[in-house]
């Protein structure tokens, strides 16, 4: 008698715990709800908690941790609270972001080291605390949320540091796959181009820059949130399980030409 094949349980998260940052609003609402439906229990962190607990009340399971990626304490925090709660961590996507679009030339330098604190160190330092995690355990998926700015740059939107945090992180999840693949953790890096979010909402109603979008992406649109459900399920589940070290582009042709 043959086998059955089911192509789609590798999909699967059943059972397994990730944490989900900048779980608020945006991209990051919308992976934790994709996590959710995929079996997973979700841990929502970010530093809304009137809205992650809006959320939480939705998932099943699910919990709310306030949380400042940029604040030390609050990681160490995030981490504690859910080894509490749920015994492991299985999956860490770091979404938590900021962008900026001032010109370099005119931009505080604490403006510069917020972003690359929120964009980058954060997501450094939260790595560490749960891979020793990980490392304790055998097994464990890292997904950074990185952006097609990770892979090129654009100088028609002002904003270096928001690109040098992006391609930092695109190089630490190459380096930390490097690192622990032997030890049995994956990390690989999404890199979504533009999407309909807080952080990209002056350019949803703004024609000229959705000719520039239409002129730029092959497709000739923005993408549409679901459009990132795939990708985020392949890389954090057991259907990539020989894939580490991988800038997943999700981005309509954008970084092909």
């Known amino acids: 008698m043959s086998e059955v ?15 989900v940052t900048g779980a608020s609003a945006g991209l990051g609402t919308r992976f934790a709800r994709v996590l959710h439906a995929a079996g997973a229990r979700v841990v929502l962190a970010a530093r809304r908690l009137e809205r992650l607990e809006s959320l939480a009340g939705e998932l099943d399971g699910s919990v709310a941790v306030a949380c400042d990626v940029a604040a030390d304490a609050d990681l160490t925090r995030l981490v504690e609270v859910t080894i509490s709660r749920f015994g492991a961590i299985d999956l860490l996507v770091n979404n938590a972001g900021m962008s900026d679009l001032t010109p370099i030339e005119s931009t505080s330098p604490e403006l510069l080291r917020q972003v690359i604190d929120v964009n980058l160190f954060a997501a450094l330092r939260l790595s560490q605390l749960v891979g020793v995690h990980m490392l304790e355990r055998g097994h464990g998926v890292i997904v950074n949320v990185s952006s097609v700015l990770g892979l090129v740059g654009v100088g028609q939107m002002p904003q270096a540091a928001y690109v040098a945090s992006k391609h930092g992180l695109v190089g630490l999840t190459r380096e930390l796959s490097a690192q622990w693949s032997r030890r049995g953790i994956r990390v ?8 309909p979010t807080d952080m990209t909402a002056e350019m949803v109603g ?13 497709q000739g649109r923005m993408g549409e949130p679901h459009e990132l459900d795939g990708a985020l399920l392949f890389l954090a589940s057991d259907a990539s399980s020989y894939v580490t070290g991988v800038a997943l582009p999700v981005d309509g042709g954008f970084t092909s030409v």
Not at 5 to 19: C, E, H, K, T, Y
Not at 189 to 194: G, N, Y
């Open 206 to 218: 703004n024609e000229s820059s959705q000719q520039w979008i239409r002129r730029r992406i092959p």
């Open 188 to 195: 690989n890096a999404l890199c979504p181009a533009w999407f």
């Open 5 to 19: 094949l089911d192509p789609f349980s590798p999909f699967r998260l059943d059972g397994r715990v990730a944490i």
